[in-house]
């Protein structure tokens, strides 16, 4: 549901205007007259800020108190984003009756237009920077003019000093006029009670009765005054000891950085000495390689010539028993000529002459039988040194491989460990600049703080001053206005 806005005349709107502070805040001044008959407490009243579907509610500060001329006024401490968008619309909430419209703030900037008397506004929408403080900080740092828009922005913190210092003074002045106003009523006050002789021991006590009155309000200020300033001096020490400890935090920073890039540059030189060696590793995994194809070759050539004696063995065995079953034959005809010996005796001559070739036949057979053996038995000995030399050029194969295997894993596994270790190091110097970055953020911001908390301990410090000069103003006033009664009275007696 909507809520009912009040669009009369129930308020006049005197100045609307905001002069910006330290940051990103400034200070809203409204004032004004309510209608005939109606008013508001500046405590009760709330500032509403729409922008689109998003209200804000801002509650005032501290009431001044009230200048002289019936002018109702009441301050508040809005962000400049909220004040720089077009969207906004502004309401005066008040707890006995409908929201007040009210027209779109101005920003003051202390000089005097043209043609008139009063301060020049400025529309601060005209000109108006609608990117966060964030964004322009971070736009500053990542830019080549990062340093002159710094240099610029500080000279524009001046400015707005400047101009906020130029309020602070309108407003102590118009103070000042009000005391002024003050003093006069007291000389008319003076006047009546030479004209009216009757009236003056009256005017004389309620005169002394709101002079104690002010007197009390005046020294509570001033104690307040000074305590603010007190609390200003509390903030601004505990603003320099918060510096003091990002200045250690950052310096700490600085030097884990330094540390992490040293432990990088070392991680650099081991993985560079981790790939020399898996270099040089996998160079005599190639000689590895190399000699084991010569061993392979090798072998095949024993192979062959096992091969080949083998065969020649096979021969000789095939020869052996052809010579055997001759021998065989032999013997069989031998106990065939001697079973005929018997029955053909009359053949001796004949027979022995055969029997003789037969022993010769006999004998050379047996001789080639043991050469057979001896080249059979040559023939085995070299097919098993060939074969042992086969197996001992395979375990030489293997144990190569296998030590190719086992450096080629551990230049590898070293390798990893060193781009691990690499990567952590380099985290770290991310993780340390960041922290830098961190601390010098924070130091920042804890010398704006300072500054802040200085400049709020002056204000409260001249306050202090021009509010104890008031009051012996006022005092010297008072005492003055005691004196010419005290005169009157002698002269009327």
Do not use: C
Not at 90 to 118: C, H, I, N, Q
Not at 152 to 176: F, N, P, Q, T, W
Not at 294 to 320: F, G, K, N, T, Y
Not at 322 to 329: E, G, K, Q
């Amino acid at each position: 549901m909507t809520p009912q806005i009040d669009t009369s005349d129930s308020f006049e709107v005197e100045r609307f205007d905001f002069v910006p502070t330290t940051g990103d805040l400034a200070l809203l001044r409204l004032g004004g007259h309510w209608a005939a008959g109606g008013t508001a407490p500046v405590s009760a009243v709330v500032l509403v800020v729409s922008r689109g579907n998003e209200r804000e509610r801002v509650s005032p500060l501290p009431d001044p108190g009230r200048p002289a001329g019936g002018v109702w006024q009441a301050a508040f401490a809005m962000r400049l984003d909220a004040l720089e968008d077009a969207r906004a619309a502004y309401f005066l909430e008040r707890p006995d009756g409908p929201p007040v419209a009210l027209p779109a703030p101005v920003e003051w900037t202390g000089e005097t237009a043209a043609g008139s008397g009063r301060p020049e506004l400025v529309e601060r929408r005209s000109v108006a920077d609608r990117r966060s403080g964030r964004d322009r900080r971070s736009q500053d740092l990542g830019s080549p003019e990062g340093p002159e828009r710094r240099r610029r922005d500080r000279r524009g913190e001046g400015d707005r000093r400047r101009r906020r210092s130029a309020a602070e003074l309108e407003a102590y002045s118009r103070r000042v006029a009000d005391l002024t106003t003050r003093a006069e009523a007291i000389e008319g006050e003076r006047a009546a009670l030479e004209a009216e002789r009757a009236a003056l021991r009256a005017e004389l006590a309620r005169h002394r009765q709101a002079s104690g009155h002010a007197a009390r309000a005046w020294a509570g200020a001033l104690a307040e005054e000074r305590d603010r300033a007190q609390a200003a001096d509390e903030r601004a020490d505990a603003a320099e000891e918060r510096a003091q400890a990002a200045d250690e935090r950052a310096d700490a920073a600085e030097e884990r950085a330094q540390a992490a890039d040293e432990r990088a540059d070392a991680a650099e030189e081991r993985a560079q000495a981790a790939d020399e060696r898996a270099d040089a590793a996998d160079e005599r995994t190639d000689a590895a390689h190399e000699h084991a194809q010569a061993a392979r070759s090798l072998s095949d050539a024993q192979r062959q010539q096992a091969d080949a004696a083998q065969q020649r063995v096979a021969a000789a065995e095939r020869r052996a028993e052809d010579l055997v079953a001759l021998l065989l034959r032999s013997r069989a005809e031998t106990q065939e000529l001697q079973r005929a010996r018997a029955r053909d005796a009359e053949d001796a001559d004949g027979r022995r002459t055969v029997e003789a070739s037969l022993r010769e036949e006999i004998d050379a057979l047996q001789s080639q039988v043991a050469k057979l053996g001896d080249e059979l038995a040559l023939a085995r000995a070299g097919r098993e040194q060939a074969d042992r030399v086969a197996i001992e050029r395979e375990r030489s194969h293997e144990r190569l491989s296998a030590q190719f295997e086992g450096h080629r894993a551990q230049a590898e596994g070293q390798a990893a460990r060193l781009v691990s270790q690499l990567k952590d190091q380099r985290k770290e110097a991310v993780d340390a600049a960041a922290r830098a970055d961190a601390a010098q953020a924070d130091q920042e911001s804890m010398a704006r703080e300072l500054a802040q908390a200085a400049l709020e301990r002056d204000r409260a410090r001249e306050a202090g001053v021009a509010a104890e000069d008031q009051l012996g103003q006022h005092q010297t006033a008072v005492a003055a206005a005691r004196t010419e009664v005290d005169e009157l009275r002698r002269s009327m007696q």
